[in-house]
């Protein structure tokens, strides 16, 4: 059976269903294009966000860096400043080609810093821990050197440790 042709009223009412549907799909177009930049907008807040919150969580890390080679630059003037204002080591007269063994290898600059090491190790401890401490150097120093080289050792220390109090 042939088909029968459309009415104008079906006609007028199929282009009207396209055009509805037309509308629809670009309403509904326009509503996803909405959502896609608003979408856009919020990940551009957050990734702001994450990279304010990151450079934030950096400056004290930035900050402790910084704080540390300050000090450092510090102790570093503090030992120049130290070595610049100590008095020069009286020259000891040494006894002549009579010293044996070490005392001829130890240098005056190696008693300076025997004697700093000494002074270092033990300024910072109390009075009693420090008098204990300092006895037992003593004790070693005389073991381990002949009796001038510790005396002058230990002789330099004292004259250091007078100095800091």
């Known amino acids: 059976m042939a088909r029968k042709p459309p009415s104008l009223f079906g006609m007028f009412h199929h282009r009207y269903e396209a055009w509805l549907t037309e509308m629809d799909t670009d309403a509904e177009l326009r509503i996803m294009e909405c959502h896609t930049k608003r979408f856009e907008k919020k990940m551009e807040c957050e990734l ?17 860096i910084e704080m540390r080679r300050l000090q450092l630059q510090v102790i570093q003037l503090d030992n120049q400043i130290q070595q ?26 190696e008693v300076e810093k025997l004697a700093l090491r000494a002074v270092q190790r033990y300024s910072n401890l109390t009075l009693d821990e420090a008098e204990d401490a300092w006895e037992e150097w003593r004790e070693e120093l005389y073991d381990r050197y002949p009796s001038a080289t510790a005396d002058e050792i230990y002789n330099r220390a004292q004259e250091m440790m007078t100095l800091l109090r």
């Open 48 to 64: 702001r966000v994450a990279t304010a919150i990151s450079r934030v969580q950096q400056f004290p890390l930035h900050h402790e």
């Open 84 to 109: 610049a204002i100590s008095p020069p080591a009286p020259q000891l007269a040494l006894p002549a080609p009579s010293r044996a063994g070490l005392e001829a290898h130890v240098s005056h600059s």
